[in-house]
């Protein structure tokens, strides 16, 4: 049994080394392929893991083992989590920032597509439904002044009778429609029948953030 509490524990120091070295070429290479969470990973998986590395080799070379079955079972167990568990938190890092910088570039090019502009080139505008399947759902639009890059949030008190499964629409679709009036700072939100059947019309002062329902 101790020889094969022994070949377990061997492995699990080479796997836990060639962890310590891929995780430590990545932040010489290039300290941005580990993502936000490098630093907590580094301290509080990297360090304990290099201290169980080294430990290890001390005990393992000096062929100090267990010797009751219940002390072997334990340090078996505690080989798998602290290796294989800690390694795989190291070696997987790399791949899990790649998949979150491929989530964020998707989300951006949904917002780019989500985005349209007034006809008069003033506003850059997107149309947001928040909670539409709780008690107290709210619509608004994300506005953007294209001259100040000055950015406003105005709250559009819409109907949520009839919408349907918007979510599953694809970005390009129109939902409402914001158009300048002859009056300055105020423009004209129309919904379109892809958003509902019901059309509804709202007045939006862009100078107080304000709305109302004209129709």
Do not use: C
Not at 33 to 56: C, D, E, H, K, T
Not at 57 to 77: E, F, R
Not at 154 to 162: H, P
Not at 167 to 180: G, W, Y
Request: aromatic share 10%; glycine share 4%; proline share 4%.
């Amino acid at each position: 049994m101790q020889k094969i509490v022994k070949v377990i524990w061997i492995i699990a120091v080479v796997i836990a080394g060639l962890a310590l070295m891929w995780f430590m070429s990545l932040v010489i290479d290039d300290r941005n392929m580990i993502g936000p969470a490098g630093p907590f990973i580094l301290y509080f998986i990297w360090f304990p893991l290099l201290a169980f590395f080294i430990v290890s080799i001390v005990l393992l070379i000096k062929n100090k083992m267990p010797v009751g079955i219940i002390s072997q079972i334990m340090l078996v167990l505690f080989l798998v989590i602290v290796s294989f568990v800690f390694s795989a938190t190291l070696l997987r890092e790399p791949q899990y920032e790649k998949l979150m910088q491929e989530i964020d570039e998707k989300n951006q090019q949904y917002l780019e597509q989500m985005r349209q502009v007034t006809i008069d080139g003033k506003y850059e505008y997107s149309f947001y439904l928040v909670g539409r399947l709780t008690d107290s759902p709210h619509a608004h639009i994300a506005v953007r002044n294209l001259t100040n890059n000055d950015e406003k949030s105005i709250t559009i008190d819409l109907n949520f009778e009839g919408i349907g499964a918007v979510e599953h629409l694809s970005p390009s679709v129109r939902l409402i429609k914001l158009a300048p009036t002859d009056k300055g700072d105020i423009y004209t939100l129309t919904t379109t029948p892809q958003l509902k059947d019901e059309i509804e019309v709202f007045e939006v002062n862009m100078e107080t953030e304000m709305s109302k329902k004209i129709k």
